[in-house]
């Protein structure tokens, strides 16, 4: 059964670097298959996808974060991690590692969801 | 970039059924799936419903889903106490290359 399971630092100060790491288990981040993902939610509030990556080195992040956040894979490792750089108050949230899954829609095209998410961990920005 | 916009809360009695809306206008809903996520408080989101209106195994089916035009619905029918939870709708956004999430509904089981 597939496991994601996130671990990092709880508290970050602002101006740093936040690094968080996604364990997997249960499958292969090296599969051609699926592309996995980083998605947070500050307390209280929605969620807001960070960033998608595939092993082959193919990433795509969210525009409104690009410029802070670079994703990577250790593959020996079957893990993978998020860095964000210049974090401020507002980067405080808990932050989830999921795997991207494809299904088909009625026209045929793609269509992807996450499924599963690890349990998520949370990271304050504060001094 | 697009927005979903949902209720903030909706709220039942047991036994009753639920709706919870979801409408975006860019990208179009009407050109893409739409998913659904559960999530109770202090847990990680769970799916719910994909492709608009198909239920992951396990996921029992007084939960369903449909889409028109630019709007979606998550209905809950038999409405239990422990479906009281934020639901989340999303798509995929094709030119962000990554998912678009609603603002979530929080529901309430009086």
């Known amino acids: 059964q597939l496991h994601l399971q996130e671990s990092g630092p709880g508290l970050v100060k602002p101006s740093e670097t936040l690094s968080l790491t996604c364990d997997v288990s249960?499958?292969?981040?090296?599969?051609?298959?699926?592309?996995w993902g980083w998605i947070r939610q500050p307390p209280g509030k929605g969620l807001e996808w960070i960033g998608t990556f595939h092993h082959s080195g193919s990433t795509s992040y969210n525009p409104s974060l690009e410029s802070r956040v670079t994703i990577s894979v250790d593959t020996s490792k079957n893990q993978f991690s998020l860095n964000l750089n210049s974090v401020t108050a507002t980067d405080t949230a808990v932050y989830y590692c999921?795997?991207?899954?494809?299904?088909?829609?009625?026209?045929?095209?793609?269509?992807?969801?996450?499924?599963?998410w690890g349990q998520g961990t949370l990271v304050t920005v504060s001094s | 970039q697009s927005v979903l916009t949902q209720p903030p809360s909706a709220s039942g009695t047991p036994g009753q059924r639920v709706t919870i809306s979801c409408s975006g206008s860019s990208p179009n809903i009407r050109d893409t799936a739409v998913h659904w996520y559960q999530q109770f408080p202090g847990t990680a989101p769970k799916l719910l419903i994909f492709n608009s209106d198909q239920r992951p195994s396990g996921v029992p089916a007084r939960f369903s889903a449909s889409k028109s035009g630019t709007s979606a619905s998550l209905a809950i029918s038999g409405l239990q106490s422990e479906d009281e939870a934020d639901y989340y709708c999303a798509l995929w956004d094709g030119r962000l290359n990554g998912p678009v999430f609603g603002g979530g509904t929080k529901l309430t089981v009086l």
């Open positions: 999921a795997r991207r899954v494809t299904s088909y829609n009625w026209r045929g095209y793609p269509e992807y969801c996450f499924d599963p």
């Open positions: 249960g499958a292969s981040i090296s599969s051609d298959t699926h592309y």
